[in-house]
């Protein structure tokens, strides 16, 4: 066996019932491989771990790791972590969401997680559509795509997750994508090591819906694209925005300092008994 | 002097909830305004979320990660709540919610009373479900009744919806801060067996698997999703099936345990009223007149809302002809009334949601009525 195999191996839960739901080919094994790479590399225990996800198919990740996993409901895995971290804050939380979960329905749930700067980090795949229900479109589906709810064509206008993540205030935002998977393992690294809300955006492919309905090809063929479009943050910054305006900035968006939630909550603890002693 | 928002601030404090989030609204809100004082000075935590959906989210992360948790809101918030109810019944986490009920639908009457929530706590999320409702007519009784509603929460693991009406909750009523009678504080029972051998959502004969907190050695799957004893989704009927059976189980076998409510005059009662919160207490009143004009009349003060108390019902009517069921709606828990009763005595409804109390005088008008 692989070292890189038999790694996961150390981490997946083996009294859980394979196969897993994702259809072959699909990103969300490469984003997991990224995660438990990265969460060994740091060295963290599995106790200590605590992984949290919303509902859709990249919901699913967390049953199969041998972590404290809690899937919880759609769009509101921040707020069951929020009150995790805040209630043990010794544990690591990890955020799982799909686009639709953590932009759509959990849209509100996101900018104020990032606004509050509490200690999390959130890993979003998105993969430009509602997968497991099927490949209606998101919030993250292109203008002028199609999907089982735009047949004709989608006339809304995407959200920029990562852009939105920096304008909520995230004090760590990096994009990768499921094809450059070592700039994956340490943007997800960085993420974690992050003390504040940090975020991970996933760029990945939905072969089995939102590619077979565009006709985008295969799943190496939408990883390709991944490939194709991928600009680095530093020469982005070089370019004009119609150069940029089919292409994915990849690499750490945002890297910044903030007051910590729980770091300004233990001041307040300290300041509410103050108020007895006196 | 103590008001019944604040008694239940005591009362939730006084059984360790170290933890609440919430998001405000009339007439809950000073119970958040109070927590947000009282909880970092006992090193608990206090937060305010974007909206009620987060809220009992924050709440069921809290419990999962070992500390008793609650929320409060009224009627528009707890619509928002419905959805992660249903996952703290599926995934067993212990957690209270308090709604000061206010006249509704939709934005209703925010400073009025009204009971209109007596059926949406009992259905209000999807699916089959148990769970447990309680109501207080005192400011003591929002104190006792959040302190058994954390009990109830943290041995049966299931989410405790306490109801209380707006106009109990702003009345300030003398009362001092020991118990009357010594609640006894209960906390969820945790695995004793290694790691290896914990089965999270057994089937043991009391119905109630022990709950390992996250971060202490035992880590399992917790998820929204139909489960297996291991905690991992399932779509097998042969699991399925005896895993809703045994959530409703480990209510109804502890039926007994989780009935609260007085007699009070009932013993020889031809009419017996059944009510709850501010409702009970002009009741009362109006058992006292009642009796002084020599009409036996009694009073069934419910706590527990739901599971309903039949029993008790069944009780009354041994001796009573007449039951009257006062109620600030529609006629919600007078169905329930009606259905225990089955035609044995004559069942007489007063309704009122005009966002005004029903006063004893109201009720004894139909003693009166029901007696000629
Ligand atoms: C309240 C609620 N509304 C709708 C659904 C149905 N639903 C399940 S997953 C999903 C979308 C998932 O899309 P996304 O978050 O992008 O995750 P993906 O499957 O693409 O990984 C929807 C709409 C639900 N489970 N709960
Ligand atoms: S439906 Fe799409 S996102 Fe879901 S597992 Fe299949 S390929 Fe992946
Ligand atoms: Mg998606």
């Known amino acids: 066996m692989a070292e890189i195999t038999k790694l996961i191996h150390k981490y997946l839960r083996h009294d859980k019932k394979f196969p897993h739901v994702w259809c072959p080919g699909c990103g969300i094994g490469i984003m997991l491989g990224a995660l438990i790479r990265a969460i060994d590399r740091i060295g963290y225990e599995k106790d200590e771990i605590v992984l949290v996800s919303g509902i859709g198919c990249s919901g699913r990740l967390p049953v199969y790791v041998d972590f404290n996993t809690l899937h919880t409901t759609h769009g509101r895995a921040l707020t069951f972590a929020t009150g995790v971290k805040l209630a043990k804050p010794s544990l690591k939380v990890i955020v799982i969401m799909g686009d639709g979960d953590a932009v759509a329905i959990g849209g509100n749930h996101f900018i104020h997680a990032a606004r509050r700067n509490i200690d999390l980090t959130a890993i979003i795949l998105n993969n430009s559509v509602y997968g497991m229900t099927g490949g209606q479109y998101s919030p993250t589906t292109p203008y002028g795509m199609r999907s089982t709810t735009t047949v004709y064509s989608n006339i809304e206008q995407d959200f920029k997750i990562s852009e939105l993540a920096v304008t909520a205030g995230a004090v760590f935002v990096g994009r990768g994508t499921v094809y450059h998977a070592k700039l994956l393992d340490s943007l997800i690294e960085k993420a974690l090591l992050k003390k504040g809300f940090s975020v991970v955006e996933v760029i990945s492919h939905c072969h089995t819906q939102y590619g077979r309905q565009n006709r985008l090809g295969s799943a190496v063929e939408m990883m390709e694209w991944q490939r194709d479009h991928a600009v680095a943050v530093e020469k982005a910054a070089t370019m004009k925005p119609e150069e940029l305006r089919d292409k994915i900035v990849i690499g750490v968006l945002v890297d910044k300092e903030l007051p910590v939630y729980q770091d300004e909550y233990d001041k307040i603890r300290e300041r509410a008994k103050e108020t007895i002693r006196r | ?372």
Request: aromatic residues 6%; contains cysteine.
């Open chain 2, 1 to 372: 002097m103590l008001q019944g928002n604040e008694a239940v601030v005591e009362g939730a404090l006084r059984a360790g909830c170290r933890f609440f989030a919430g998001y405000p609204i009339t007439p809950a809100t000073e119970i958040s305004e109070i927590l947000s004082v009282k909880l970092p000075q006992v090193d608990g935590t206090f937060i305010q979320m974007e909206d009620e959906i987060a809220s009992l989210g924050a709440v069921i992360g809290a419990s999962l990660a070992g500390v008793k948790a609650m929320t409060a809101t009224s009627g528009p918030g707890f619509s928002l709540m419905q959805e992660n109810l249903g996952f703290a019944v599926i995934a067993e986490v212990p957690c209270v919610i308090v709604n000061v009920m206010r006249g509704g639908p939709s934005t209703g009457l925010p400073t009025s009373p009204a009971q209109g929530d007596v059926m949406q706590a009992r259905w209000g999320t999807h699916g089959d479900h148990p769970i447990i409702v309680l109501s207080a007519s005192t400011v003591r009784e929002c104190y006792e009744v959040t302190i058994h509603a954390f009990n109830f929460s943290e041995k049966y693991r299931t989410p405790v919806i306490v109801l209380i009406d707006e106009v109990v909750a702003h009345m300030r009523e003398k009362m001092t801060l020991d118990d009357e009678e010594k609640i006894e504080i209960f906390n969820r029972v945790k695995p004793t067996v290694p790691p290896e051998w914990y089965i999270p959502y057994e089937d043991t004969p009391r119905g109630i698997p022990a709950m390992a907190n996250f971060g202490e050695g035992y880590r399992y799957h917790v998820t929204g999703l139909t489960h297996d004893i291991r905690g991992f989704p399932t779509s097998r009927p042969d699991e399925i099936g005896p895993f809703i059976a045994r959530l409703h189980r480990k209510i109804s076998q502890h039926f007994s345990e989780i009935q609260m409510g007085e007699f009070y005059q009932t013993e020889d009662a031809e009419i017996t009223i059944v009510a709850y919160g501010c409702v009970a207490r002009s009741a009362k009143r109006a058992v006292r007149e009642a009796r002084e004009k020599g009409i036996k009349v009694g009073l069934l003060k419910l706590t527990t809302i739901w599971p309903f108390m039949r029993s008790s019902v069944e009780k009354v009517l041994q001796s009573s002809k007449v039951l009257i069921v006062p109620e600030m709606n529609m006629g919600q828990l007078s169905r329930e009334v009606k259905r225990v009763n089955r035609g044995i005595a004559k069942v007489i409804t007063i309704n009122k949601v005009d966002g005004t109390i029903i006063t004893p005088g109201e009720i004894m008008n139909r003693i009166t009525e029901a007696k000629s």
